[in-house]
């Protein structure tokens, strides 16, 4: 019990120090989700290091926009594990409101990613960041126009339905 009181504390002046700063979350999470990291229950937000900091994936793939290129970042299933909420269905809403939904089907079968990167550099330096990606190349049934729909980019919410 000792030790978890100065890790509570520290959390808890961590949290305040980074709502003080007034930065934006790079991501939100909301809806049937188990656990959150806000005062509203069934919302949890993420800091771009918390992103970071989960598991990455690199997805070499071409897409409608770009060629061949390295996109990583880290995985769906990884963030929705954080939040308690794997295989559940998810909509993805941009800072433009696009939204498109990523069945769990998708998530296990070919485990896209919420790409922070590409080729190295950040994509919030191109004003993409978050970009939902596939790895195109890798399925042949994802080599379609109509995958296009599902390749949000600035993606700003997950709505965990």
Wanted: glycine residues 6%; contains cysteine; aromatic residues 8%.
């Amino acid at each position: 019990m000792k030790s978890i009181l100065p890790l509570a504390a520290a959390l808890s002046l961590s949290c305040s120090a980074f709502a003080l700063a007034g930065a934006p979350p790079a991501l939100v999470v909301t809806g049937q989700i188990k656990v959150s990291n806000q005062t509203r229950a069934g919302e949890y937000h993420f800091s771009k290091a918390e992103l970071e900091r989960l598991q990455q994936r690199t997805i070499q793939t071409k897409t409608t926009w770009t060629p061949k290129s390295a996109f990583s970042g880290p995985t769906l299933s990884a963030i929705l594990r954080v939040v308690g909420a794997a295989g559940r269905p998810v909509e993805l809403v941009t800072e433009d409101q696009y939204k498109v939904v990523i069945p769990p089907g998708d998530q296990s079968r070919y485990q896209p990613i919420l790409a922070l990167r590409i080729n190295g550099r950040p994509l919030e330096e191109m004003g993409f960041s978050p970009w939902m990606m596939y790895p195109l190349n890798d399925f042949r049934e994802l080599q379609t126009a109509d995958i296009d729909a599902k390749l949000a980019w600035r993606v700003k919410t997950l709505v965990v339905r």
